[in-house]
């Protein structure tokens, strides 16, 4: 067990709707990182919060946001839902406190999403 | 952009005997390493990182061995288990356009297989 929670595991849902992961970083840590998980594009990332600031953008779509909130749960949230964004969506956490150097991410257990 | 590839998909294994998971990466500059696995319904678990200082590290088991040289990297898991069956990536920081310095960049991953 990595620390970091996610909800909900499953996620069915119909093409145009909108949903929103919740993610609960390990306990102290400042940063949480979205992640996309699919069979053609292997493991993406999205973005990267720190202490409730995006830092980072990676390949997410100008569909998705998300959102780091002073208790430092993360929310992604993905609108005008298409067939292609079935996958796993997984955050993962770090201490936020190395300085610039490179931190262990940990990574949550993920939500599977299902577009119908 | 920077990119980590694994040389083969699938890698099946005698229960006992040592593994060896290879990683190419292309960008010379990269001074982070980390490998993960990630078992069946299940987010990335850390393993075992290096640091472009280090040609080797040592963990529970594992070991990590970086060619800077040729660019390569491997992961040796000694006396396999059942329990080490799973996929293993490599990965390392950056090679998103937006500027995601922190954000990982995952090979393909290879699937590793224990025969009883």
């Known amino acids: 067990d990595s620390g970091v929670t996610q909800t909900p595991k499953h996620l069915i849902t119909a093409t145009g709707q909108r949903v929103t992961l919740r993610c609960s970083p390990r306990?102290?840590?400042?940063?949480v990182y979205w992640y996309q998980q699919s069979l053609d594009q292997g493991l993406q990332f999205l973005i990267h919060?720190?202490?409730?600031?995006?830092?980072a953008k990676g390949n997410i779509l100008e569909r998705f946001s998300a959102q780091q909130f002073p208790d430092l749960h993360s929310e992604l949230n993905l609108s005008s839902l298409e067939l292609g964004d079935s996958a796993l969506y997984f955050c993962?956490?770090?201490?936020?406190?190395?300085?610039?150097?490179?931190?262990?991410?940990?990574f949550g257990p993920g939500t599977r999403l299902l577009v119908l | 952009g920077e990119s980590v590839g694994l040389h083969l998909p699938t890698l099946s294994v005698q229960e006992g005997d040592n593994s060896i998971i290879n990683c190419a990466y292309s960008?010379?500059?990269?001074?982070?390493f980390i490998w993960y696995k990630q078992e069946s319904g299940k987010g990335p678990q850390f393993i075992i990182d290096?640091?472009?200082?280090?040609d080797k590290r040592q963990g529970q088991r594992v070991t990590v061995l970086l060619n800077k040289t040729v660019k390569h990297l491997s992961l040796q898991i000694a006396a396999t288990q059942p329990g080490d069956s799973a996929v293993y990536f490599c990965?390392?920081?950056?090679?998103?356009?937006?500027?995601?310095?922190?954000?990982?960049?995952f090979g393909k991953g290879t699937h590793l297989i224990i025969q009883p």
């Open positions: 990965a390392e920081p950056g090679g998103y356009s937006g500027g995601g310095a922190d954000g990982l960049t």
């Open positions: 960008n010379s500059a990269s001074d982070y």
């Open positions: 290096i640091r472009s200082n280090m």
């Open positions: 919060y720190y202490n409730g600031e995006e830092r």
């Open positions: 993962a956490s770090s201490s936020g406190l190395a300085g610039g150097l490179q931190e262990t991410q940990y």
């Open positions: 306990s102290g840590d400042l940063s």
